[in-house]
């Protein structure tokens, strides 16, 4: 599932649909991309992630969730391999281990 700010243009808009298109090809089951979590078809907890566009809108909401941001995703796609999850403030790194 995608979480994107409301108020963003066409162009950023037309970049956030791609990236559920190159996830999907990156052999994800099924992508969801919502401009608000509101909109999600469930809760973020039943989402194997939750990305954000960039770790400065991390919100507590989403603390139930694993929230990575989408510079970590491209991260992991340059690395070749899956690198540790972000610690968001209030959380420790043992919460954040698989």
């Known amino acids: 599932m995608f979480v994107q700010l409301p ?8 970049a956030i649909n791609a990236v ?7 052999g994800a089951e099924s992508v ?6 509101q909109h999600a078809s469930t809760g973020v907890s039943a989402f194997d992630f939750v ?18 941001h989408w510079n970590w995703v491209k ?3 340059i690395a070749s391999r899956y690198l540790p999850l972000p610690v968001w403030p209030g959380e420790s790194e043992e919460s954040q281990d698989l």
């Open 75 to 77: 991260d992991c796609l």
């Open 20 to 26: 559920a298109r190159i996830i999907l090809a990156m």
């Open 7 to 14: 108020g963003v243009d066409e162009k950023a808009q037309e």
């Open 51 to 68: 990305i954000i566009r960039e770790a400065s809108h991390y919100f507590p909401e989403l603390s139930n969730a694993t929230t990575v």
């Open 32 to 37: 969801e991309a919502v401009t608000d979590i």
